[in-house]
């Protein structure tokens, strides 16, 4: 009894520190576009209740529309490959939360650089798929056999002109993924290379480099603690922080306020949840469990298990043409041999009682192990979110080649097919939406991801091999 009134509480107060820290952010966007409003419409709103709102719905609405019409897509040939920056769970990407960065801005270090905005919770499947064809153009096609198996409509949303439709083996793109965003790619990546987009001929050489910012490469502990099961990392538990995150999305998609979706949309449209659809039996069927996208398991966190991250990583390749680098974070360390977190203040607060419970993780010994080779101890390592170990490269259910950096020209010149990594002390937002707190790191950071996309990650032609002359 003692154990479970421990276990309420502990939930109370995650629960409380994630919705304090989702409030902080979606209000910090609210402000910063209602102040651009009244700027741009030479009143204050303040003095004008009625118009905040509108305001509001009208930047919102603006944004989202700009989105749709794939504001000032990339065409030009010969000129330097794009470098897009995927986000993680809960992320957003340009024209969602009116003019907050995901990445804080660093997009603004290049001016060939592609936010897209994917879904947020949707699984890494999908987010393939939508990233896709937000580069290349057309309607997202999910697949005639995974939607039928996951009960979702089998299109989505249609880009009437691709950010960057001439990408093909001669126009690769440079990716920079964050948490999840990267397993998104790496998925994308093995799509290309098994042809499996219709109407498209692609390979694995549409890809040139993948940067891994605090990459969830091998999967997570992290989801456990949340509510997945340890014993299939399928299931959730009755009671526990994802059952809310659930009932919340729910509610949210089904009530489909479009300014307030708009805004900030979770990204399980094509689900189609809203009550316009549904009906309130429809809802009743989702909150039970017997409908919708965590009814099916397709959604992100049974992506990040253990076991689904092995299952998956069973069918991705390293391809010896692509390069790669990955930043692990850590906020971490040894105080007489047990692993604690490192510090107090250079923590994020909705984050480090988050790292304290995953450097405690144990499996379950009644459960049997995610992978042959498991240890508890290799997994304590981690930044609140990840594990240290799962974000250096890809390792279950076998490693990679790879290569430990300790300095940056330690890999120059940079060899294809190799995972480069090091590892940083960061938690794992440090370096995305608030750009202050991570201070110079940031700067050094991305300059450095930003400078290897330019300099050291690219393919050298084959030479011409002169004709000889009679």
């Known amino acids: ?44 709103l303040l003095r004008r209740p009625a118009a905040a709102g509108a305001g509001l719905v009208n930047v919102a609405a603006a944004g989202e529309e700009e989105e749709r019409r794939g504001a000032a897509p990339i065409v030009l040939d010969g000129s330097p490959p794009p470098i897009v920056l995927v986000h993680g769970i809960f ?23 592609l936010v897209p905005d994917l879904g947020s919770l ?67 990546h093995q799509m290309l ?11 694995e050489d549409w890809i040139l480099s993948l940067t891994s910012l605090s990459g969830a490469l ?7 603690y949340d509510g997945m099961l340890a014993e299939d ?36 449209d094509h689900f189609e949840m809203s009550w316009r659809k549904q009906g309130f039996s429809g809802l009743i069927d989702l909150l039970l469990g017997h409908t919708g996208p965590f009814a099916s398991g397709d959604w992100i966190l049974t992506d990040l298990t253990l076991q689904e991250s092995l299952k998956l990583n069973s069918t991705l390749r390293t391809f010896p043409d692509t390069f790669y680098f990955s930043y692990a974070t850590k906020r971490t360390r040894k105080l007489f041999g ?51 170990f799962s974000m250096t490269h890809p390792r279950i259910p076998i490693e990679h ?39 110079v790191q940031f700067d050094l950071l991305y300059d450095g991801i930003f400078q290897r996309c330019r300099k050291h990650a690219f393919r050298k032609s084959t030479p011409t091999v002169p004709k000889e002359t009679s």
């Open 218 to 224: 091998n999967g997570t502990t992290r989801t456990y």
């Open 91 to 113: 992320g957003f990407g340009k024209g969602r939360l009116g003019g907050l960065s995901y990445f804080a801005g660093a997009e603004k270090k290049d001016d060939r650089v």
């Open 401 to 439: 080649p790879n290569h430990f950096v300790v300095d940056d020209s330690d890999c120059h010149p940079l060899q294809p097919g190799i995972w480069y990594y090091k590892i940083i002390e960061a938690d794992h937002i440090l370096f995305i939406v608030n750009r202050e707190r991570a201070g």
């Open 233 to 268: 990392g399928r299931s959730m538990k009755s009671i526990c922080l994802l059952q809310l995150c659930r009932i919340g999305v729910i509610i949210y998609d089904w009530l489909d306020i479009p300014w307030l979706k708009n805004y900030y949309n979770f990204g399980f």
């Open 193 to 203: 290379a098994d042809k499996a987009f219709p109407g498209h001929d692609t390979s």
């Open 1 to 44: 009894m003692a154990r479970f009134i421990l276990s309420l509480m502990e939930l109370g107060v995650s629960a409380t520190v994630h919705l304090l820290f989702g409030f902080y952010v979606f209000s910090t966007a609210v402000a910063a576009d209602i102040s651009q409003a009244a700027a741009a419409s030479g009143c204050l």
């Open 338 to 388: 047990i692993t604690v977190p490192s510090s107090v203040l250079g923590i994020h607060p909705m984050l480090f009682l988050r790292v304290l419970q995953m450097c405690m993780w144990r499996h379950p010994q009644n459960a049997p192990l995610p992978y042959k080779g498991y240890r508890d101890e290799d997994w304590e390592d981690n930044d609140g979110a990840l594990n240290t």
């Open 122 to 188: 949707t699984s890494i499947h999908d987010r393939a798929h939508e990233l896709f064809y937000y580069l290349k153009g057309g309607q997202v096609d999910y697949g005639e056999e995974h939607s039928k198996l996951c009960g979702h409509a089998r299109f989505g949303r249609t880009y009437d002109k691709g950010h960057y439709p001439v990408w093909d083996e001669q126009n690769p793109v440079h990716f920079v993924g964050h948490s999840a965003g990267v397993q998104v790619v790496r998925v994308l």
